[in-house]
């Protein structure tokens, strides 16, 4: 399927609702979120390397199951190592 580059440069510059404005710059900042663990992230780097992560494994599996998910990386870094879901 090809689209042509002005219609994808018109859908990319529209706003989303995880796009945050400063007032004191004409710049915006996307946040993106895990849907799982509800984390935010503020650049692609973190964002991708949080899929890969002990923490959202660990909460994808939980959510799988119907259990409650650990809401930070705090709180997983202190579970016992046998609460874990591998």
């Not at 706003?15 to 946040?31: A, F, G």
């Not at 780097?45 to 909460?59: A, D, G, I, L, V």
Request: glycine residues 2%; neutral net charge; hydrophobic residues 25%.
């Amino acid at each position: 399927i090809r689209i042509s580059q002005d219609r994808l440069q018109s859908q990319s510059s529209k706003p989303t609702d995880s796009s945050i404005s400063n007032d004191n710059s004409n710049q915006e900042v996307k946040i993106q979120s895990c849907n799982t663990c509800g984390g935010s992230f503020y650049d692609v780097t973190s964002y991708r390397s949080h899929f890969r992560s002990e923490w959202h494994r660990h909460n994808l599996k939980r959510k799988m199951k119907n259990l409650p998910i650990v809401a930070s990386e705090e709180e997983f870094a202190l579970l016992p190592i046998e609460q874990i879901e591998l």
